[in-house]
């Protein structure tokens, strides 16, 4: 009877036991976003994660607005919920709207030759997909813009930081260097300053 019991119990435990299934999602068109150990921006970060790369969403912490993943390199970590999209980024979208729209000018030449009610139909669908892509194009040139801005800065950032290390390095050699060139001057300076004591003569006069 204990037996039928605790199988019951566990058989519960396992019904009623949380099931985090991963889902699919990507990293929204913000260039990139910071990857933290934890559910806040107070967690150390780990690294970032690309705008477009497609990730495994684990779970969300509704109370810090964070969400952790996994990226395509097999990394997990924490990144800001508002980042974390279902719609495919734009460094795939473009590629397929590039291809869609090759296709229909492809279709557009073969049905020159067909009636002006088709042609129409046609020209409607590439005028549209060259609005989308022109759109996707100015996207794109913002990104760029903004991705090699923050290139400059960061590397900026790493010129001061290597500056600074540089001078403090400078700065405890100087300091090194003093003391020893003090101790050296007290080792020559003090032997004529300090008399020597003279020895007495304890032999017989």
């Known amino acids: 009877m204990k037996h039928l019991i605790s199988i019951l119990l566990l058989a519960c435990a396992v019904v009623t036991a949380p099931v985090q299934a991963e889902q699919v999602r990507y990293i929204s068109d913000n ?5 933290h150990k934890g559910p806040s921006t107070q967690f150390r970060i780990i690294g970032s994660v690309n705008a477009g790369t497609k990730v495994a969403l684990l779970e969300t912490n509704k109370e810090t607005g964070f969400s952790r993943v996994t990226d395509d ?11 974390v999209s ?3 980024g734009l460094q795939a979208r473009v590629p ?7 296709k229909v000018k492809a279709a557009l030449a073969e049905a020159t030759k067909s009636s002006d009610e088709q042609n129409a139909g046609l020209k409607n669908s590439l005028a549209l997909r060259n609005t989308q892509i022109s759109e996707m194009e100015e996207k794109s040139i913002t990104m760029n813009d903004q991705l090699t801005a923050s290139q400059a800065e960061i590397r900026e950032l790493r010129a001061k930081i290597d500056t600074q290390k540089d001078d403090l390095l400078m700065k405890w050699f100087t300091y090194g260097s003093m003391v020893a ?17 003279r020895k007495r003569n304890n032999g017989w006069a």
């Open 31 to 35: 260039l990139f976003t910071y990857m």
């Open 73 to 83: 390199r097999g990394r997990s970590g924490w990144v800001n919920s508002d980042f």
């Open 86 to 88: 279902r719609q495919v």
């Open 96 to 102: 397929a709207l590039e291809s869609e729209l090759t």
């Open 181 to 197: 060139g003090f101790g050296l001057l007290l080792g020559l300076v003090l032997p004529h300053i300090i008399p020597r004591r």
